[in-house]
Structures are given as structure tokens and as C-alpha cells.
């Protein structure tokens, strides 16, 4: 079965830094691109950047470039994202998704992980 | 970036009647391959995203043949043919032809 499975619930103060993964299995992680989907609380979903596991090629929003940074462990199928210092704006459901091309349609979703920022 | 705008944001429907999304660009999601840009979501009560369309009018994997896309450039629509209690949630359009990638506000659909 093809799936992604993300990391657990995660509960900052404000000023930490936090990475979050995203799992990829059933298909050929290193050819598939992963993208990570932003949805603030009560919010619509917001692109932040995408991944190329295979050369790490990266793009980024530039709403969130230089705000977070995308990664990829191709020997254990997982992609990460990550902050250096979290603000409570940064409080929000965090989803990672593939495509099997650039410009391909998100086929499968992680299940999310929620990151709530507060002192 | 390019702005995708939907309408209406909210769509109450009654059981069994059809139901209309329309999604609006900024710029021309038409490609110089022939193929429309623009893919739907339904984001159901609690759950992840999933794909219904791409390509503008192509149903993903397991969708059900009630849901339609249509549309060329910078005007698209979603349409169900006849709604069902299941169908409940939050509709959204997304152009994957440019990064950043955008998607439109989202249409609740709840039934009457």
C-alpha cells in the first residue's frame, strides 16, 4: 500500500526549534517529489515547498522561504521539515503530500501533524 | 502568483440535487501541452485532503463517476451530479502548473 505517515502531535514554546517527518512506503520514494501543505485552525491549505528525494532539488513559497527548510533521508524514505525558531503563527496542521511529477496533482496525503506554539 | 478564486464559499445542497464549484485563475492554467492545470480536493470533516480531480476533468482513482471537472484556461467547474450525505466538506482547486503552487479559499458544501 502506498502511504505516507507523518510524526506525532507536537507541543513548542515559542523560540524552539522543531522537525517534523513524513514517511513514504509502498512506491519509489526517490522519484516522487513530496510537497508540505500548511492549514492554519480553521484556515484553507497553504503550499509551503517541495522536495526531489533523489538530488534533494528543493522549491520554496516564498511566503515561507527562509521561515522553514525541507530535507530528505533517501536510505530510511523520509522527508522532514524544519524550524529554527518557532513562532505561535507557526501554530497549525502541517500535511505532506507526493506527486509523481513536477507539476503532477497531490495522489497521496499524510495524515498531518499538528504543531501548536505556545508559551 | 497566480490567484485562484472560488465561488460560492459556502453551498448548502439537499440530498440528491446537483451542485456547482467554480474556480477562477489569475493567469491561463492551459499549458502548451494541451492539458489544463487545475486539480480539485475534498477535505472531508477531520481527514486529509484527498484527490478527486486533475487535469482539470480527470477523475483520480476510486472517485465516483457523480463528480465532473470541466473547463479551459482560466475558468473551471466542478460539478456533482447528485449529492450525498458522504460529499460533506470542504472543496479546493489548486493550479500545480506554477510554483508557488495556489490554491483557491475553499467551498464548504453541507447538506441541507
Known amino acids: 500500500e502506498v502511504q505516507l505517515v507523518q510524526s506525532g502531535v507536537e507541543v513548542k514554546k515559542p523560540g524552539e526549534s522543531l522537525k517534523i517527518s513524513c514517511k513514504g512506503s509502498?512506491?519509489?520514494?526517490?522519484?516522487?517529489?513530496i510537497a508540505w501543505v500548511r492549514q492554519m485552525p480553521g484556515k484553507g491549505l497553504e503550499w509551503m515547498a517541495m522536495?526531489?528525494?533523489?538530488?534533494?532539488?528543493?522549491r520554496y513559497s516564498p511566503s515561507f522561504q527562509g521561515q522553514v527548510t525541507t530535507s530528505a533521508d533517501k536510505s530510511i524514505t523520509t522527508a522532514y521539515l524544519q524550524w529554527s525558531s518557532l513562532k505561535a503563527s507557526d501554530t497549525a496542521m502541517y500535511y505532506c503530500?507526493?506527486?509523481?511529477?513536477?507539476?503532477?496533482?497531490?495522489?497521496?496525503w499524510g495524515q498531518g501533524t499538528m504543531v501548536t506554539v505556545s508559551s | 502568483d497566480i490567484v485562484m478564486t472560488q465561488s460560492p464559499l459556502s453551498l448548502p445542497v439537499t440530498p440528491g440535487e446537483p451542485a456547482s464549484i467554480s474556480c477562477r485563475s489569475s493567469?491561463?492554467?492551459?499549458?502548451?501541452?494541451?492539458?489544463?492545470?487545475l486539480d480539485w480536493y475534498l477535505q472531508k470533516p477531520g481527514q486529509s485532503p484527498q484527490l478527486l480531480i486533475y487535469?482539470?476533468?480527470t477523475r483520480a482513482s476510486g472517485v465516483p463517476d457523480r463528480f465532473s471537472g470541466s473547463g479551459s484556461g482560466t475558468d473551471f467547474t466542478l460539478k456533482i451530479t447528485r449529492v450525498e450525505a458522504e460529499d460533506v466538506g470542504v472543496y479546493y482547486c489548486?493550479?500545480?502548473?506554477?510554483?508557488?503552487?495556489?490554491f483557491g479559499q475553499g467551498t464548504k458544501l453541507e447538506i441541507k
Open positions: 487535469l482539470g476533468s
Open positions: 493567469q491561463s492554467l492551459l499549458h502548451r501541452d494541451g492539458h489544463n492545470y
Open positions: 503530500a507526493r506527486r509523481t511529477c513536477y507539476d503532477c496533482a497531490f495522489d497521496i
Open positions: 522536495i526531489y528525494p533523489y538530488d534533494s532539488d528543493t
Open positions: 489548486m493550479q500545480p502548473l506554477q510554483t508557488p503552487n495556489t
Open positions: 509502498g512506491y519509489r520514494f526517490n522519484s516522487n517529489w
